[in-house]
């Protein structure tokens, strides 16, 4: 038998060899999971398995709040806003935004004019202060999320504004102020910031999935020689 040419070898050994590769690339078992998480088919967007959507929340609030200038007890009002960070423990860690304005007016009291001759007169100190935390660590606690309950902690970094004007008993503005007024502790000046910190506690009452009552108590206190900011309020509370 005469021996087959060189080109027709090659052909064959190719022919042969097409079998073999398309059954070493066919699949040997299922596809590997996809990173989607899907839940009864829609896509899940949570940024963490919870109560609401992703987790976050924004709440505006008022209640009583005692000033650290001895003004006399006023109201604060204002909002804050919780982005989940990540699960924590028995419950969840979220970053915080709090700001808040107080407002609160003094008894009136006797002010000594430099005039000639002094003379007295009744005024009162009628205080806003701008209370802002733009940095706070919160830790709710999802154990009793079945009965629509949640305690929580937070605490961050503060920066107060102090604003002032003196007010006569009549109703007449005195200015320049004082500096009588310094020495009974009041903030003198159209905007007097001091650094603190605060620590706060409360309990949240999921009344639909997206809608919340919350109770807190917060305690603020400042880097200067003043007293503390106290303050207990009711908010409402958007989840989503």
């Not at 204002?78 to 028995?90: F, K, S, V, W």
């Not at 002010?111 to 100190?125: D, E, F």
């Not at 937070?154 to 200015?175: H, I, K, P, Y």
Request: glycine share 14%; proline share 9%.
């Amino acid at each position: 038998m005469a021996p087959r040419p060189l080109p027709a070898l090659l052909v064959a050994g190719l022919l042969a060899c097409v079998p073999a590769a398309a059954g070493a690339q066919d699949p040997t078992g299922a596809p590997p999971p996809s990173g989607t998480r899907r839940s009864g088919g829609p896509e899940v967007l949570e940024l963490l398995p919870d109560i609401g959507v992703i987790g976050a929340e924004v709440a505006v609030f008022a209640g009583p709040s005692w000033n650290p200038y001895s003004v006399g007890q006023g109201v604060e009002l204002g909002g804050y806003i919780n982005l989940p960070l990540r699960r924590a423990p028995g419950g969840k860690l979220s970053y915080e935004i709090f700001l808040g304005l107080s407002l609160a007016t003094s008894d009136p009291f006797a002010l000594t004019l430099q005039t000639a001759p002094p003379q007295q007169r009744s005024v009162r100190t009628r205080l806003r202060l701008l209370h802002v935390s733009p940095f706070a660590l919160k830790y709710a606690l999802t154990r009793w999320d079945g009965a629509r309950l949640r305690p929580y902690l937070s605490a961050g970094a503060d920066v107060l504004v102090a604003l002032t004007e003196q007010e006569g008993a009549e109703g007449g503005r005195l200015f320049p102020l004082a500096a009588e007024l310094e020495a009974r502790g009041y903030p003198t000046g159209q905007g007097n910031i001091e650094l603190g910190g605060h620590a706060a506690a409360g309990l949240e009452i999921r009344v639909a999935t997206g809608f919340s009552l919350n109770l807190e108590y917060r305690f603020t206190a400042t880097g200067g020689t003043h007293g503390r900011l106290h303050g207990t309020s009711a908010a409402l509370g958007f989840h989503w």
